[in-house]
C-alpha cells in the first residue's frame, strides 16, 4: 500500500484541486470494465535550481496524442495540462516527486461503446525512488527474455499509452518475477527485440548504440529520446533497427530507459553475462550526463526542465482546494 506520507494529498481533477480521497471514481466506469484509460508518468527533480520537471511538454504531447488516437476529446489544452502539473507540484508542497495525469473514459453507460461516457482528467503526485531497486543503476540488473511478445501492430497501438497495454507488460513483468528476474524483455511479433513491460532497450557493439524502431512495437519513450539527443551530442552513432534476440548476449552494454528506471544497465539476460557484467563505459557515461542535468549539476542544453516555482510568480495566485 502507498502510505499518506508517500503520495500527495491533492489531486488535481478535471480543473481542480480535490483532496486525495475524493479522487475515486465508480466500479461501473468504463475505464474499469473496458480499460479505457491514456495516461503518462513525469518525474519532477529537486535540482541545484530549485524544482524542474523534465520534458513536461513532451510527455502532455504525447498524452495528448493518446487521447486523439483513442478519440477521447479533452476539454484541456496542453498549456493548461502543464500548468496544471507545476501548480500541483507546488500544492503539495512537493521538491521531487512523480506525476500521473491520466484520462479515462468515466461512468456513463454499461457497454463497449465509449462514446457516451465522459472524460475524466486526473493528476496525481507520489514519491517514487529507483523503480529497479536502489543498487539497480550502479551494479545493473538481471532480466530475461520475456515468452510473451509484445502487442502487434494494428492490434493495441504501441504508440499509444494506453491503460490496456499494460495487461501486456503485466504478463511479462510477473513472469519475469516469478522467475526471479527483476523485468522481462518483449520480443515484436517477428521476434526481434520490442522493449521491457515499462522501458525502452539500448544495446552498444563494438562503440554503435543501437535501439529498436518504432515498428518493433515499442512506446515512443522520452527518457529513449534524451538518450538518443545525448549520444548525439557526444557524437556516438545511434541506429534505430530491428535487433535480432542473440544481439543482447553478444552486446557489450545493455540498458533500459524509462521515467520511473531512468537509464539501468542490464547486467545479465536469461542468466547469459552481458559484456563484464557489470555497467559499462557509455552506459555510465550517458548515465552522468543525464543525471547531471536533471541534477541541475551541468546546463539544461536542451532546455528539458520545466521550473516549478516560476509558475507561482507568473499566474500570481497561490493554489486553491476546490
Ligand atoms: N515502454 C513502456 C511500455 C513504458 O511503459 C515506458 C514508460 N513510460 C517506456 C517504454 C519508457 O518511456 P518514457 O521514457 O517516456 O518514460
Not at 543498487?135 to 520475456?146: L, M, N, R, W, Y
Not at 521491457?196 to 552498444?204: H, K
Request: glycine fraction near 8%; hydrophobic fraction near 40%; proline fraction near 6%.
Amino acid at each position: 500500500m502507498v502510505t499518506e506520507q508517500e503520495h500527495g494529498a491533492i489531486v488535481w481533477k478535471n480543473g481542480k484541486l480535490v483532496p486525495w480521497q475524493e479522487a475515486t471514481i465508480h466500479v461501473m466506469s468504463h475505464v474499469v470494465n473496458y480499460g479505457s484509460s491514456v495516461f503518462e508518468g513525469i518525474r519532477c527533480y529537486d535540482t541545484k535550481r530549485g524544482s524542474g520537471i523534465f520534458r513536461l511538454d513532451a510527455h502532455i504531447e504525447r498524452l495528448l496524442n493518446s487521447a486523439h488516437i483513442y478519440r477521447m476529446e479533452v476539454p484541456f489544452t496542453s498549456d493548461e495540462i502543464m500548468e496544471a502539473c507545476r501548480q500541483l507540484v507546488l500544492a503539495n508542497e512537493y521538491k521531487a516527486c512523480y506525476l500521473r495525469p491520466i484520462i479515462v473514459r468515466g461512468y456513463g453507460t454499461f457497454g463497449v461503446d465509449p462514446f457516451p461516457c465522459p472524460i475524466d482528467t486526473y493528476i496525481c503526485t507520489w514519491q517514487w525512488g529507483k523503480y529497479l531497486g536502489p543498487e539497480a543503476i550502479e551494479q545493473g540488473v538481471d532480466v530475461c527474455v520475456s515468452s510473451w511478445t509484445r502487442i502487434a501492430p494494428n492490434t493495441l497501438p504501441s504508440m499509444a499509452k494506453a491503460g490496456a497495454n499494460y495487461m501486456n507488460s503485466q504478463l511479462i513483468k510477473m513472469e519475469a518475477k516469478v522467475n526471479g528476474y527483476v523485468e522481462g524483455i518483449a520480443l515484436d511479433p517477428q521476434g526481434y527485440i520490442s522493449e521491457g513491460s515499462g522501458e525502452n532497450i539500448f544495446l552498444v557493439k563494438d562503440g554503435t548504440v543501437m535501439t529498436p524502431p518504432l515498428y518493433s512495437t515499442i512506446l515512443p519513450g522520452i527518457t529513449r529520446d534524451s538518450v538518443i539527443k545525448i549520444c548525439e551530442r557526444m557524437s556516438i552513432p545511434v541506429l534505430e533497427r530491428a535487433i535480432p534476440r542473440e544481439m543482447l548476449y553478444i552486446a557489450d552494454e545493455v540498458f533500459f530507459t524509462g521515467t520511473a528506471a531512468e537509464i539501468t544497465p542490464i547486467r545479465s539476460v536469461d542468466k547469459v553475462q552481458v559484456g563484464a557484467g557489470r555497467r559499462g563505459p557509455i552506459t555510465a557515461e550517458v548515465q552522468r550526463q543525464f543525471f547531471d542535468i536533471i541534477a541541475g549539476e551541468a546546463e539544461d542544453v536542451f532546455g528539458w526542465l520545466t521550473p516549478v516555482e516560476e509558475s507561482r510568480a507568473a499566474t500570481q495566485r497561490e493554489p486553491q482546494l476546490a
